[in-house]
């Protein structure tokens, strides 16, 4: 997807005056340049790469920006696997043409009839029957600002778990998330491991669970039976330790013991301290 898409692109009232993205206009460009690469299907597959060159912006800006999206109910995000495997192969994000989440100024809005549905040759067309079965049930599946994708589930157990979600946490779990899908295909359980890691040490912060994560991947631990392997080799590497240590108790250091005493009598000497 190099090319730039010749179709018109849309950006809706409620993106272009909602009071929270007011400091976020490349969002607003953003979500408009989705709508434009959803003309064909009602959702765009464009990656954060694809983006990233577009806009000349690193790939954590895209990611912050798209997340904020989602967060604000603007777009839908889904991840498409593999037939039998956990390996993604495609992200799919549909525009929102009325937000999901409360609006400032209008509350919640339950009548959302679906993402962007369009025509090729016609623009915008909310009645393409190709797209309105899958668009319906995408929505009706919808339980969070992601429904039922990895990341929904990241979001729900950090918020189950540890706390609710500030707009920056949004966009940290999701760059997080970014970045551990180009070289894992367990992202989500390699995440969720690391939070309940941090939780067990009784630390409720990103920081710390990032930190996890950076050790792994220095250590290319990148899935859960890399995560088992090393952890099974900690505890041989502790136990032969242990065992060390108590063998070296168990004899006196030559050079502290006293050669007058009989060797009954060092020992005794040894164990009563």
């Not at 272009?16 to 959702?43: H, M, P, Q």
């Not at 792994?216 to 060390?244: C, G, H, P, T, V």
């Amino acid at each position: 997807m190099e090319e730039k898409p010749s179709y018109y692109s849309i950006l809706t009232a409620d993106v272009r005056y909602d009071e929270r993205l007011k400091k976020y206009a490349d969002c607003k460009v953003l979500f408009s340049e989705i709508t434009a690469l959803s003309n064909k299907y009602g959702y765009c597959t464009a990656s954060n790469g694809y983006f990233a060159r577009l806009y000349d912006r690193p790939k954590q800006t895209i990611s912050r920006w798209i997340s904020l999206l989602i967060k604000l109910g603007y777009l839908k995000s889904e991840m498409i696997y593999k037939e039998n495997s956990k390996e993604i192969q495609e992200r799919r994000l549909y525009p929102i043409t009325t937000p999901i989440n409360a609006n400032n100024n209008r509350g919640i809005n339950t009548s959302v009839k679906g993402a962007i549905n369009t025509d090729v040759n016609r623009g915008i067309n909310t009645s393409v029957k190709d797209n309105i079965t899958s668009i319906n049930t995408i929505n009706n599946n919808i339980t969070t600002t992601t429904g039922t994708t990895e990341i929904g589930s990241i979001y729900e157990f950090w918020e189950s778990n540890v706390g609710s979600l500030s707009p920056y946490m949004y966009e940290e779990i999701q760059a997080i998330y970014d970045d551990w899908k180009e070289v894992s295909k367990q992202p989500k359980e390699m995440i969720l491991e690391s939070i309940k890691m941090a939780l067990d040490k009784g630390v409720r912060n990103i920081s710390y669970v990032k930190s996890i994560l950076k050790r792994w991947y220095d250590n290319r631990i990148y899935n859960i039976e890399d995560l088992k392997a090393d952890q099974e080799r900690f505890e041989k590497n502790k136990e032969r330790k242990s065992k060390r240590n108590k063998k070296k108790s168990m004899f006196i250091d030559a050079r502290t013991q006293d050669h007058s005493k009989s060797d009954e009598e060092a020992w005794e000497a040894f164990w009563n301290g």
